[in-house]
């Protein structure tokens, strides 16, 4: 398996370019989420989903849009990047192991993003 | 919605001394405690996590504790060396964790 999976790795944009962050998951867990990852702040839930065609805002989720069309794939798109968007991001998925009610999540690599 | 509180900030130990990072919560709902280990330029990965229906939990050199009446759950690793030095995170969150809230994270030096 592959895991979690991100690209593009880096990114440059100008202010007010359009871009999506694609994330993808070959171990069929039912969740995904984003993150950001921001020096001295951890890393805060911009959005989630817990199925396909579900998703929901979690923490920072202003300015980000996301879809959930099959288990596998969680794009993030970014409509009009800003500054204050430049960080590092990170996609995660997660499963609840047998006989627990809890779910473990697994990180991808991330992408770093800068906007100018 | 949940906040998390982690500390220290930074901790710098010797090889071989132990390490431990404290956490603070503030919504009872939360029920599920992960600890996190980032490396440099790397992602974070799971090290330890603990549920609410148990007070500490053990793997080798690293325990965790929680005292849901409190709101605080901490870290502990003991006999440190030098590749456990890294940013370790603490988080919390309700069933499922689908809103799960991150602490701000601890840079953990260990000095060979």
């Known amino acids: 398996n592959a895991g979690v999976t991100q690209t593009p790795k880096f990114q440059v944009l100008k202010t007010g370019q359009s871009m999506t962050l694609q994330c993808a998951q070959d171990?069929?867990?039912?969740?995904m989420s984003w993150y950001r990852q921001d020096p001295g702040m951890g890393l805060r839930l911009i959005h989630y989903?817990?199925?396909?065609?579900?998703?929901d805002q979690g923490e920072v989720p202003n300015g980000y849009n996301v879809s959930r069309s099959t288990t596998e794939d969680f794009p993030l798109r970014l409509l009009s990047a800003a500054p204050s968007q430049t960080s590092v991001y990170f996609c995660?998925?997660?499963?609840?192991?047998?006989?627990?009610?809890?779910?473990?999540?697994?990180f991808g690599p991330g992408t770093r993003l800068t906007v100018l | 919605g949940e906040n998390v509180e982690q500390h220290p900030s930074t901790l710098s130990v010797q090889e071989g001394d132990s390490a431990v990072i404290k956490c603070t919560y503030s919504?009872?709902?939360?029920?599920?405690f992960p600890w996190y280990k980032q490396e440099l330029g790397k992602r974070p990965q799971l090290i330890i996590d603990i549920r609410s229906n148990v007070g500490e939990k053990k793997d080798q050199r690293i325990a965790v504790t929680l005292n849901k009446t409190a709101k605080h759950f901490s870290l502990h690793i003991t006999e440190t060396q030098p590749e456990d030095s890294a940013v370790y995170f603490c988080?919390?969150?309700?069933?499922?964790?689908?809103?799960?809230?991150f602490g701000a994270g601890t840079r953990l030096t260990v000095k060979p």
């Open positions: 919504d009872s709902a939360s029920n599920y």
């Open positions: 171990m069929n867990h039912e969740y």
């Open positions: 989903s817990v199925g396909a065609g579900i998703t």
């Open positions: 988080a919390a969150s309700p069933y499922n964790n689908n809103d799960m809230r």
């Open positions: 995660a998925s997660s499963y609840t192991p047998s006989g627990s009610s809890y779910n473990e999540q697994f």
